[in-house]
Every structure is written in structure tokens, then in C-alpha cells.
T-cell receptor, first 113, second 110 residues
């Protein structure tokens, strides 16, 4: 099993450009999450999904959109990138509701100039 | 979800036990205590979790006080590879979200 994979690993965008980050998991997990990590801030939840076709806002959702068309994939979109969105983005998944650990991907390092 | 408080940094000699404290005084009865760690810039890695009882697995032990207001993660024989940021999180899984704070940066010293 590959676990949780993220594409791309690195990206540089200009202000105003758009892009989509792809997260894929092969563990048949129901729940998927997108976090961002900034220096000194820990990880903050952007959006999450409790199943195929469902999404919900996390702590810092503004400027991002997500979609979960297939159970194994969770997409994070930036419609008009801003320098404040420069960050490392982590995707995670978990099997069940309840006390269940999250499995994290390797991260995507995004720079917006 | 209960707020957790951790020291920002700790040092531990290689081969000794590392004891990482976490305060979660506002934890509610159905919230679990989870520990994750993040090595360098990798994605966080699950370590252990518990509700009331002490727990042990191949990586670590988790000691939760009887009043559940604090806990300690124990790495019995720290190695250089255990140098990482350790996050303590308290949450009730039904909310499907986890809030990570800034954690404790553990430096294992040769």
C-alpha cells in the first residue's frame, strides 16, 4: 500500500494563479483532511470530508475549495492564489468516526510570489 | 475539543527515557488523548492514544492521570531518530477534526 500520497511535492505560483492539490489514499478510508502548516503555527485544518461527495469547513477555509468526487481522492483548490497561502499543505485520512488515528501524506510545499 | 498545553521544547540524552508532559485540564469525559510526532518536515505520524487507562505500544507509553487533566508520553529509550516535534491532542472523534497546536520540540542529545 502506498498509504497517502500528495501531488505535487513542490509548486511556485504567481499571485492570482490557480492550482489544484491532489491527495490520494489506498486504504479505503472514509475520512480525509487538508491541513496547512506555517512556521510557529502548528497544523491548522482547512477542510475535511466524512465520505464521498461530502465536504465541510475546518478552522481556516477561506480562499480554498475542496471536492471529494471519489472516495480515494480529496482535491484542494486555490482559485486565486495569494502570498498568504504560502505554506506546507498536508493531507490525511482516517478509517472511522471515533477514536481513530489519522495517516498523513508527505506534504506539498507551495510558494506564492 | 479540549485545549492542550505543552512545553515548547525539551532535551533528552540518548538512551534515556523521554517524558513529554501535556496538560488538558478542560478535557471532557468522551475526549481521547492522542499523541503524534513530526520528524523534520515530514507528515505527522501517529504514536498512541488513550481515554482513561494507561496505554503502551511498540513506540511509547501513555500515562493519563486519574482526573484526566494531564498526561505524559514516555519514550523508554530515546534515540537520535526520536528528535521531532511531539503533538498532544484531545478530541472526541465524532467531530472528525483534530486541532494541532505547536507541540513540544524534543531534541535527543548524543
Amino acid at each position: 500500500n502506498a498509504g497517502v500520497t500528495q501531488t505535487p511535492k513542490f509548486r511556485v505560483l504567481k499571485t492570482g494563479q490557480s492550482m489544484t492539490l491532489l491527495c490520494a489514499q489506498d486504504m479505503n478510508h472514509e475520512y480525509m483532511y487538508w491541513y496547512r502548516q506555517d512556521p510557529g503555527m502548528g497544523l491548522r485544518l482547512i477542510h475535511y470530508s466524512v465520505g464521498e461527495g461530502t465536504t465541510a469547513k475546518g478552522e481556516v477555509p477561506d480562499g480554498y475549495n475542496v471536492s471529494r468526487l471519489k472516495k480515494q481522492n480529496f482535491l484542494l483548490g486555490l482559485e486565486s492564489a495569494a502570498p498568504s497561502q504560502t505554506s506546507v499543505y498536508f493531507c490525511a485520512s482516517s478509517l472511522r468516526q471515533g477514536a481513530d488515528e489519522q495517516y498523513f501524506g508527505p506534504g506539498t510545499r507551495l510558494t506564492v510570489t | 475539543d479540549a485545549k492542550t498545553t505543552q512545553p515548547p521544547s525539551m532535551d533528552c540524552a540518548e538512551g534515556r527515557a523521554a517524558n513529554l508532559p501535556c496538560n488538558h485540564s478542560t478535557i471532557s469525559g468522551n475526549e481521547y488523548v492522542y499523541w503524534y510526532r513530526q520528524i523534520h518536515s515530514q507528515g505527522p505520524q501517529y504514536i498512541i492514544h488513550g481515554l482513561k487507562n494507561n496505554e503502551t505500544n511498540e513506540m511509547a507509553s501513555l500515562i493519563i492521570t486519574e482526573d484526566r487533566k494531564s498526561s505524559t508520553l514516555i519514550l523508554p529509550h530515546a534515540t537520535l531518530r526520536d528528535t521531532a516535534v511531539y503533538y498532544c491532542i484531545a478530541f472526541f472523534g465524532g467531530y472528525q477534526k483534530v486541532t494541532f497546536g505547536t507541540g513540544t520540540k524534543l531534541q535527543v542529545i548524543p
